[in-house]
RNA sequence: GGCGGAGUAGCUCAGUGGUAGAGCAGGGGACUCAUAAGCCCUUGGUCGGUGGUUCAAAUCCGCCCUCCGCUACCA
């Protein structure tokens, strides 16, 4: 495990309020294909999602539920492993913000920023909901008796100050201009980078770390003297206030690599390789969380991908309230785990905000699924089978004379290229692309006239079926292989009807290099049988619900 | 207001000086191995508007219109 490369990468974690949206897991859904990419490339890779449990809108909401906060997150955080696990997701960790070994890192990393001087007790004011807390200006709802909290639009806010603790993200204003100049990958898409640039060049104002009312928290481990926080006992001081959502949440990517228990294995998989995150929060996890780890004298991530959104048809952003909300378990119901992946990772584009429709992701499923890849499988198993018998035939050797050994060549190398940069969706359009070629290989050399060639007596007919039909088994065979990070259950499908071995465990581990595999002819020396055709995305011919 | 991006076929988008493209959807055709799928052909656009530079502009420059992102403490 030591000697092979290592890959940490981590999706935000998700607000435990409510049940989980498509347009929330279209993230764990991308990050998942990328963790299984690196799984069967032979990284040693870590994969860590979860929940964010803490604050006092959740305190409320459990309240209004009649429930202890805990038992409020417990329900709301199986919804989420539920519908993960439904879409086929499979981190090497699920981190919730509420486990032991968290709370003791978010409380070492406060404890680091003030042995470090980062760290200062001030006055933090504010618009105060009193049934739910400090509230953003903008976040606020207009009503005609004034600026109203939205979700307590008769109770009237109070400007309140509160002494809290600040983090000197001012401190860090130059180190992180020069961060960002000197590693221009480190936060993509480009455009992305530049407007935190631009956030960066405005000037920084530091921000609060800690909730004085707030209980439903993790304890804030230092004193107003700046003494421990713990007393004798074990207990926390409740005076001294919880840590506020960014020392938090966002230590969670820590946590995850093994800070502060572990440090062996934090050593291995620090800094992340890739924070996959929403536009939303790129603020907080490009500028505050790079200045926070150096802080600690930790290394900031290497990446950080900011993706876009879902959005209905009208090009409003999904959600709940909204309700053109997309339930995944309804999703998986109509689409299968893998159509389910392929349809969003293929319709939405990575780096920037796509509408997408119900109507739209059946086209999609239909066309590339169903009709080109899926029937792509089918006829080539049938013919094999048919024509050939049982023992499957051998592609020709990628010298130059198969046309799609030549194609998958360079199918290969931009498929690689895209996965690796991020660009899902255009590795799944190259993928295809061969797809369609294979496809157009069957029309031009026509099995199924060789075939009767060959029965009556055509010898150079029937090589020559063979070797067509050995192609077209092999280019199914790295198709199936190369897709195989997002359709997972797919894939050990599509080999099996080839008479191929699939050696990947449930999560894309334990199989040889993925790149050894994807070489056209990889497994021509062995010999197996086809199996019966199976159709393996069957169409989609009525619209479900709507959503 | 400031900074940045976008307006190209019904839909999603590619195309940064040289006679408008892809996929899907629509129409037609030949075949038949296949999930009535695949393959071939095809309808369709004054490339947001306007003025300019140039032999030549979707592509460069000016102005205008529309839309979007960022412009600090929401979890």
């Known amino acids: 495990m030591a000697d092979r490369p290592r890959f940490y990468l981590t999706t935000a974690i998700a607000y435990a309020n409510n049940k989980p949206g498509l347009h929330t897991l279209y993230e764990v859904i991308g990050a998942d294909v990328i963790a299984r990419w690196h799984r069967m490339k032979g990284d040693d890779t870590r994969f860590l999602t979860g929940t964010d449990e803490h604050s006092v809108n959740i305190a409320q909401r459990a309240a209004e539920e009649g429930l202890s906060p805990r038992a409020f997150v417990d329900e709301k955080v199986g919804l989420f492993t539920a519908a993960e696990a439904a879409l086929g997701i499979a981190p090497d960790r699920f981190i919730r913000t509420t486990d032991p070994d968290h709370v003791r890192s978010a409380q070492e990393m406060v404890r680091r920023a003030h042995a470090n001087g980062d760290i200062y007790v001030g006055a933090y004011e504010g618009w105060y909901c009193p049934n739910e807390g400090f509230k953003a200006a903008s976040d606020l709802l207009e009503t005609a008796g004034g600026w109203r909290c939205p979700n307590h639009p008769d109770v009237e806010l109070q400007w309140l100050t509160e002494k809290n603790w600040f983090f000197r993200l001012s401190a860090y204003q130059e180190r992180l201009e020069r961060w960002f100049l000197d590693n221009p990958g480190a936060v993509q898409p480009d455009y992305r980078r530049n407007e935190m640039l631009g956030f960066i060049r405005q000037g920084l104002e530091d921000f609060s770390i800690s909730r004085a009312g707030a209980t439903w928290g993790i304890p804030f481990p230092i004193g107003e003297d700046g003494q421990t926080a713990q007393r004798e006992d074990g207990s926390w ?156 035939p051998a592609p020709r050797p990628a010298d130059g004379s198969a046309p799609l050994a030549v194609a998958w060549d360079r199918t290969l190398a931009d498929y690689v290229g895209r996965i690796e940069a991020c660009a899902l969706h255009d590795a799944l359009a190259v993928l295809w692309e061969f797809v369609g070629a294979a496809n157009r290989f069957v029309d031009s050399e026509q099995p199924w006239t060789l075939a009767k060639a060959a029965k009556a007596g055509d010898e150079a007919a029937e090589a020559h079926l063979r070797d067509v039909l050995g192609d077209l088994v092999e280019a199914c065979r790295l198709l199936g292989l190369a897709a195989a990070p997002f359709l997972p259950a797919s894939a050990p499908r599509v080999l099996a009807q080839l008479g191929h071995t699939y050696a990947y465990g449930s999560d894309g581990n334990g199989g040889p290099a993925i790149l050894d595999e994807l070489v056209w002819g990889a497994q021509a020396a062995d010999r197996g049988s086809v199996a019966a055709p199976e159709p393996l995305f069957p169409r989609l011919d009525v619209e479900p619900t709507v959503a």
């Open 237 to 392: 001081d409740p005076e001294a206030g919880t840590i506020y959502v960014w020392y938090d949440a966002l230590i969670n990517y820590i946590t995850g690599a093994g800070f502060p228990d572990d440090p062996a294995s934090f050593a291995r998989y620090w800094p992340a390789d890739l924070h996959v995150i929403g536009k939303d929060i790129a603020r907080f996890h490009t500028i505050y969380w790079p200045a926070m780890l150096w802080s600690a004298g930790l290394e900031a991530p290497r990446k950080v991908w900011i993706h876009g959104w879902l959005l209905a048809a009208d090009g409003e952003r999904m959600s709940k309230s909204r309700g053109n909300f997309l339930d995944p378990v309804d999703f998986v119901a109509a689409f299968g785990s893998d159509g389910a992946r392929y349809v969003t990772l293929r319709e939405v584009a990575f780096d920037r905000d796509t509408e997408v429709s119900w109507d739209s992701f059946v086209r999609r499923y239909n066309a590339d699924l169903a009709n080109d890849f899926g029937n792509l499988v089918n006829r080539t198993v049938s013919m094999a089978g048919r024509y050939l018998g049982d023992d499957r």
